[in-house]
């Protein structure tokens, strides 16, 4: 309990203190217009207050990251905590608020835009080829496991033999709302629903943590002998040690190159520069609590039903044990807006992101989309794309598993461009503090998503760990060298 009671402490405590520092390196400036006036267009570009950016941004970014992640983060113990905390101060908020303000200064730019900005114009195509394929991913991914959810919460409504049915029925379902709210404009859906929905998954963090606080289960501490790090559940994993599975396992909690993606469309509706803070780096820290409160009630639920090490086994995904626990610590109301949270938490990410994917093809292209015709001449290869990968991820026993688990190393593979990106624009513009505010987590997660890759066995290279650790470090000491490089240059 102790263990939790500092990290939430020290999230709050990040906010006010690093965040501040952090907008100070970047200097907002209250002055300046923003794209929601200079670029006014009733679709994409239309001013809004400024809670429900905020709203909207952390609906956006959430996702089953905060919740699933940490769940699945849980297992590695205590340690899941730390990450979440330095995580989410120090790389994910920062990654958050760095991205979205570049983008506000450049009109509401679409993320490769501003990768290829600052990285180089052939780095700038591979981005947006490779981001328009995540956001597919995303939409894929969060189709189907909000399905699988609702499926689950509706069971009663099928007979055993037409169970089947179910499941497609919310595919289907949740995939024509995804093509309305893709070529609605930002105000006209996203703008009125999402604040409610929001609420549903903010509510649902304050009450596991309120029934945490107030009944105070037994939770593990960081320095309980053998809490720190699971060793049986990572052999089951195939991967030997805690670095880096639970980098990759806990994202959207810590940090998340998806939500780069994200910040652009919040960039386009904000109204003053001064309100970045709350509403891109106060919406990650949102997201690091809910995935903390998580983390801690699946600790303490796999340790009070034995299931430490056979979540797996036992059939216990993250949708389960978060139905589990929603019932159990909030009671029927609770419970029903709970598991409304856990519900559409996916389903609002899955729609941004194949709005983002319209964007970035269009920035790209340079294709004006105030007209339908131009929206429906994007979107719809789009929408075939993403509906073939959920056919395929339907019928293949295995298919689901393959796309979540290369959409998680593509997710972080995103962040670690982004903070490279960041770090040229921060030398460019010649503002202090370039090295310790992104180079360092740049260098951190280059490792981090390097040595992954190379040493899954399943779906990745399968070296041995040290020797693709030793290339992750050669890889991140080698960008880092360039940032330096590039560093001297400009100070000529």
């Known amino acids: 309990m102790i263990s939790f009671v500092i990290s939430l402490a020290v999230l709050i405590l990040g906010y006010f ?33 400024t809670w429900k950016v905020y709203m909207i941004q952390f609906l956006n970014i959430a ?117 309305v709210a893709t070529l609605c404009p930002v105000d006209k859906i996203i703008g009125k629903i999402y604040p409610f929905f929001a609420f549903c998954l903010i509510f649902m963090a304050v009450g596991i943590m309120a029934y945490i606080l107030v009944a105070q289960p037994q939770l593990d501490e960081w320095w309980d002998a053998g809490k720190f ?23 959207c909690g810590a940090i998340s190159g998806f939500h780069a993606t994200q910040s652009p469309l919040m960039a386009r509706c904000m109204k003053n520069e001064k309100m970045g803070l709350p509403c891109f780096y106060g919406a990650m820290v949102t997201e690091g609590i809910v995935a903390l409160v998580w983390a801690a009630a699946a600790n303490y639920f796999f340790n009070e039903h034995g299931l430490v090490n056979e979540l797996t086994g036992k059939g216990y995904d993250g949708g389960t044990v978060a139905t589990m626990i929603s019932k159990n610590w909030l009671g029927m109301f609770g419970g029903i807006l709970a598991l409304i ?49 959920l056919v395929w991820s339907m019928t293949d026993k295995n298919g689901f598993g393959m796309l979540w688990r290369y959409f998680g190393w593509c997710n972080q593979l995103l962040s670690v461009f982004t903070l490279w990106a960041i770090t040229v624009y921060l030398i460019r513009n010649k503002k202090g503090w370039w090295f310790l505010v992104t180079m360092f987590p740049a260098m951190f997660m280059t490792c981090v998503c390097t040595t992954f890759i190379l040493v899954l066995d399943k779906g990745g290279f399968g070296v041995p760990y040290n020797w693709g650790l030793c290339v992750g470090i050669l890889l991140a000491l080698i960008f880092a060298g360039m940032a330096i490089r590039h560093h001297a240059r400009q100070t000529k």
């Open 229 to 251: 790090r699971n060793d049986n559940w990572m052999e089951q994993a195939n991967l030997a040690y805690l670095f880096p599975m639970m980098f990759i396992s806990i994202a």
């Open 63 to 179: 996702g089953v990251g905060p919740i699933f992640g940490a769940i699945m983060g849980a297992q590695f113990g205590t340690a899941s905590y730390l990450w979440i905390v330095l995580g989410t101060i120090f790389a994910g908020a920062t990654h958050d608020y760095l991205s979205a303000m570049i983008s506000l200064r450049q009109d509401g730019a679409s993320l490769p835009e501003i990768i290829g900005a600052y990285l180089g114009k052939r780095v700038r195509v591979l981005m947006s080829v490779f981001t328009v394929l995540l956001m597919i991913l995303v939409g894929a991914v969060f189709t189907s496991s909000p399905a699988n959810i609702l499926g689950a919460m509706t069971a009663d409504w099928f007979s055993a033999d037409l169970q089947w049915l179910n499941s497609y029925l919310w595919i289907a379902i949740i995939f024509i709302y995804y093509i």
């Open 341 to 389: 949270g856990v519900a559409v938490a996916p389903i609002s990410s899955g729609d941004t992101a194949l709005r983002s994917g319209r964007l970035i093809v269009a920035d790209f292209l340079h294709l004006e989309q105030k007209s339908m015709s131009k929206r429906l001449l994007i979107s719809v290869p789009m929408f075939v794309i993403t509906a073939a990968i």
């Open 17 to 49: 203190v690093y965040g501040r520092f952090v907008s100070g390196v970047f200097g907002p400036d209250p002055n300046r217009p923003t794209p929601c006036y200079t670029k006014q267009d009733g679709v994409d570009y239309i001013p809004m207050p």
